[in-house]
Every structure is written in C-alpha cells, then in structure tokens.
C-alpha cells in the first residue's frame, strides 16, 4: 500500500587571525549559499510517502518537492538530490520530468507496475538547468530512483536543492520524507 500521511600550537596572535579569516569565511559562504527562494512549506515538505509491503530488490521512483520560487527573481535548479540516504537503500540515478509527460505528479512508484510511467521513454530535463520563473511552481519535477538492498534502516527525510539565482549559487534544503518498511 502506497501512502501519504501528513505530519509535521602556535602564537596566540596567529591563532586569532586564523580564526578570524575562518569566521569571515564561514560568515560569506553562509550568506552566499543558503538559499530562500524554494517554498518550504509545500505539500511533499509536510507528510511523508511511502509503502508498508515493500521487499528488498524492488525498485521505487520517489519525487521530490516539486519546485516553487516564491522570490521575485527566477531561478535555474541545476540540481537535486535526497539528504543521506539511509542503509539498505541505494540511490540508482536522478532525473527531472514535465509534469504533462506523467499526466501528474508520481510521489512514490514501483518499477514494472502498469500505472508507473515508463521513465526510460520520457526526456529528462536533468541534463541542463531546470529554470523556475518568479513567484512559480516549475513544470519539471525532480525524482530520485532508488533500490532496496536490505530492510532501510531509516526514512529519508531531506532534499538538497542546487540553483543559481543571477550570478549566485545556493543550496536549500527541503523536507520530503519517504518510509519504505520491507515485509519480513
């Protein structure tokens, strides 16, 4: 059963101008590289997908959030992937999908199921920048295919969002739990 459940030594001076030059460092890659222009609170970001009657060797197509700029400037995605991925599921490969091409969002699909699209047959726009107009929810939708090898120890419960926004790069990261429990 295939589910959606919403939840919720050195010299004293040396070491304080190394520290200092990490401290800015630190300071101007934080305030570069964090993003905000993805909405946080979307659906996939507040419930967690998943399956009760999963088995070790099946293979799942799991989408992430689907893209939504809520800033005023567009965005090009120029990657996404799940946050640590736990034992017993590998993560085979990314791709980004329209939409239209799967007649909706697939949360959560089991490889060689007749209602799971036949992804080796779609374009995937993963290979150059998924742009996202300002104030927009993108047609594109970013998906991770993943493989059981064992019982997962744990759910999957953050994506990683790389975009470019101008002549800035960031990262953000997202909520988008996934709980696949393997029958014994």
Not at 12 to 20: C, F, H, I, N
Not at 90 to 102: G, I
Not at 147 to 153: A, F, K
Request: glycine share 6%; charged share 25%.
């Amino acid at each position: 059963m295939t589910f959606f459940r919403a939840s919720r030594a050195s010299s004293t001076r040396t070491e304080g101008a190394a520290l200092l030059i990490l401290l800015l460092l630190a300071g101007c890659s934080d305030s570069q590289s964090q993003g905000k222009a993805l909405d946080t609170e979307g659906t996939q970001s507040s419930g967690t997908v998943g399956n009760t009657h999963a088995k070790t060797g099946q293979t799942w197509y799991f989408a992430l959030p689907v893209p939504r700029n809520v800033s005023s400037r567009p965005i090009e995605i120029t990657g996404a992937s799940v946050v640590d991925s736990p034992k017993g599921l590998k993560v085979v490969s990314y791709a980004a999908y329209n939409l239209q091409d799967t007649d909706g969002l697939p949360l959560l699909a089991l490889e060689g199921e007749s209602d799971t699209p036949d992804f080796a047959r779609l374009k995937n726009y993963a290979v150059s920048p998924v742009k996202v107009p300002a104030k927009k929810e993108s047609e594109m939708f970013f998906q991770a295919k993943l493989h059981i090898t064992s019982p997962p120890e744990k759910n999957i419960k953050r994506c990683r969002f790389e975009y470019r926004q101008g002549n800035e790069e960031f990262t953000q990261i997202l909520d988008c739990e996934l709980e696949l429990k393997v029958e014994q």
